[in-house]
């Protein structure tokens, strides 16, 4: 059908239309500082506050805490430190098994390698672009058998300890389906909300739903420490670990250094909290921006044939981190060509994350059918969404 | 005899005359920025490029790598993350053994374990206050067998992989010395060199005698990013492999997410290596500074009952990261009094770390008789060493 012919002239032209006077070449996600971040972090300098204490960590930690309604945030070093404390403390061990998503950065199963446990990988569904909650389930009713209240794959003999759904692009994924799959078979429910600061799902935060839920604070984010992210959890005595084993677990006491536990350097320091203060105080003005952007795109790209513009799912509301066209089917093969002439067009552009069951090192991991990951993987191209190109179009 | 008691009022009052007109409380070591730190990383903000990509980052691995005199350094988010990813690509691996001392901040022997090796305490000599190479020698050779070219732990028959030589408080140890054992032992040496950035064996700066050596710019080192660390090379391959598992192993493509092995996030954010690069321009200027402080302290406490000032081993120079006491053996029993006597009086003071090998996670790894360290533990006591306080002494 030729009215289904992806145009890419068409595209680029749509670009050029919607960002005419933008300067050029164009980042995906660049960051953004109009704020007090200067204010901030010359705070820093002059009080010589730069490093693993200091008021912005706190600050940053209570005030992200209020923003997303949970009792506790424990700041750290990135989202992937976060990931590996929060599977650790969640009881993730050596030649445990994980299950994540395969349609995600490499990330969310690197931290479940860092605890020596096994990453198991669950295919996604078109709607979210998450994790297919009723999928898994009918795939772990399959595949698993549940021993003296532990999960344990039934090929492998090993105990499958968690799920990591992660907000892909900042869409909430099904979180409640995801949960009530959790509850069913005994799994803890870990969050990689890496991209999905301030996304909703039903009226409440991302993040907020498993035992505990990261955030990331990478420069490519929808706010940034440089480098940074956050364990948001509802659990005090969680929070509490988490702070201690990300600090090397020193014990309190005014000059002896006993430290009783193994333990890591993953505290966020002062001058990137200070940073991430003033980012966060201006989250929703960002959200706003964002979602300004993601209406002109979707807007602008009703009516192009061969592809369409991805929008929030139902019961959500999305921070379209990253701005995602899904090329039809019949259109993968001109995924590269597009992206291609995006950026010889100065338009950053980038293609779903190749899905993680295609790596070499994750190659032999187990997983259920990931037809849904594999074939998305061939369409999705993500392009520009940085906050500072929401402004004008309202 | 009475003459050699220690009192604690005559150390207080030489801090009070050593430190007129200061600010206290004084921290053991505080920041100090006097030079372009500011401009630096304002520039990050103005220019947006706050995360892990940017000049700073570049220009820190190059201006350290010219001045320790090595072909290569690769930034990293802190010290113990440098270590894990040093021990890691010199192949120690689950179940290895590594030699450490049991006098070293809790980091050195974490690195170990999170490569899933166990740590094998070694102890130190009292002149360098760093692992005794004669001593560990003698052990070696009691206590290993070699057999394929590997040295194994005859009580354990564990595979014991690499040394990591510490030099503590910025003073050089016998790096020679156990650079001889290495090579006696087939053991790979790895340089903690946390401390000592800008300290001088032989006139060789310390970090670079190992495969590889480690540096912390946590804030209370010499010089700081707020966090951060760095590995030093003269092996480019560990150095290109360094660079790549320490920033998840992608390959590099201009769109496709590809990474060809497990690896990790653990580069240094560009707005941390500002502050580094601004802090490395001055590191000889606050090096005369310490020395200065230094010369001060040897001079005041010289003829000071019950105690001596720790000066840098014979044919080295210190950069005197934390200057130290050493009370005499019979007066260890006044270390908690003069600390607090301090702290009451303004002046922030420290003991050695608790010997690893008492702490509880700690407490059954293998080691050589550990009595110069226990013994030490006792009698050592870090005074305030910020830089700005080497001014005004000359």
Known sequence: MSSEHLDS??????????????NKPMGLHEPYFPGKEWDYVKECLDTRWVSSAGRFIERLEVDLADYLGVKRVVAVVNGTAGLHIALKLSGVETN?????????????????????????FADIEPKTLGIDAARLGEYLRDATDIRDGKCFNRNTGRCIKAVVPMHTFGHPVDIEGVLE???????????????????????????????????????????TTGGGGAIATNDEKFANFARHITTTAKMPHPWEYRHDMVAYNYRMPNINAALGVAQLEQLDTFLKLKRSLAERYAKEFKNVSG?????????????YWLNTLVLNNEQSNMRDVLIKRGMESGYSMRPLWLPLHTLKMYQTCPRMDLNVAENLSMRLINIPSSVFLGKGHS
Do not use: W
């Not at 600061?197 to 929808?222: E, L």
């Open 9 to 22: 002239d068409r595209v680029i032209s749509i670009l050029d239309r919607v960002f005419a006077g933008h």
């Open 96 to 120: 445990d098994e994980v299950i994540v998503p395969s349609a995600t950065f490499v990330a969310t199963a690197n931290a479940v390698a860092h605890c020596g446990a096994i990453p198991h």
């Open 181 to 223: 799959v959790c509850q069913r078979y005994n799994l803890i429910m870990i969050e990689d909300a890496a991209e999905s600061i301030g996304s909703m799902y039903k009226g409440k935060q991302t993040g907020t739903f498993g035992k505990a839920g990261i955030f990331s604070f990478n420069g490519n984010k929808t706010i």
């Open 307 to 319: 592809l369409i513009f991805f929008t929030e799912p139902e019961s959500t509301k999305s921070n």
